[in-house]
C-alpha cells in the first residue's frame, strides 16, 4: 500500500525561518530561527524525503535576494528541494532553476504572463514545473495570495490540465497557518476534475489529519505540505516518517 509523503515547509522572510498566517506575513509572522539552511538540515535529519521552500520576499516585492540562501539549502542536503514565490518572468524561472531546485511551483505567472509560462514549461517540463492553487471562497489568487483574480479554481485547474501540467499544490488559504484542520474539498476536486497528481497545502494539525488525506490517495492526492504543526511539535517528527515508511499507522 502506497502512503503519503509528508514534506516540510521552510518560509523564508528577511532571511529567516518563518511562519505565516493564510500566507500573508502582515497578518501575523512567527520567527522559527534564523538559517534556514540549517532548518533544511534539521529536516533532512528527521528523515524527510523532500523539502518545500516558499519566498515571501520574493514573493511581496519581486526580490531575488533570498535565492543565495536557497541555493546554499540545495548544496546543503540531499533530499530534492521544491520552489514557490515570487518568480514572475522566463528569466526568474531560469535564475531560480540555476540554483539547484528540483521543482518549481508557479501561479501567478501562468496567469499574468501565459506566454513566458508556456515557454518555461516547454523548456523544463512537467516533472519541473508545477502549478499551486491558492483559494478563496472558490477564487484563485495570485501575488503573495494577496490579488483576488476572478477564476474559479476548477476552471484554472483545467486549463493548466490543458496545457500538459501534471502536478497540483492546492491550499485554501483562509486554512494555512491557522491550525484550524484542512478543506480537503478542494484537494479532492482539483484530484478529481484533472485526474493529476496533487499535493495538498494547510491546516494540518496531527496523524488522525493526515490519515484524512490519506483516503484521498486513490484520487492522486499522494503528499501533504506541512508547517506550523510541525515546528509547534505536533506530533514527534522521526516517528511519523519512519512509521508512514514502514507502512503502519499505530
Known sequence: MSFLLVIPSIDIKNGKTVRVVQGIPELNCVEYGN???????????????????????????????????IEKICSSIIIPVEFAGGIRTLDDVKAIMDVGISRLILSTMAIESPNDFVSAFQIYGPAKISISIDIIEDEVVIRGRRVKTGINYKDFAMKMTEI????????????NGVLGGPNLVYTKNVAEITKRKVTHSGGIRNKDELLDVQTLLPLGVDSVIIGRALYENRFPCQKMWRVAESGIFQ
Not at 51 to 59: G, T
Not at 164 to 175: A, H, I, S, Y
Request: glycine letters at 2%; hydrophobic letters at 45%; charged letters at 30%.
Open 35 to 69: 538559517d534556514p539552511v540549517e532548518m533544511a538540515k534539521i529536516w533532512r535529519a528527521e528523515n524527510a524525503k523532500l523539502i518545500h521552500v516558499v519566498d515571501f520576499d520574493a514573493a511581496a516585492d519581486h526580490s531575488r535576494k533570498n535565492f543565495s540562501t
Open 164 to 175: 500538459g501540467v501534471e502536478r497540483f499544490v492546492v491550499t485554501d488559504v483562509l486554512r
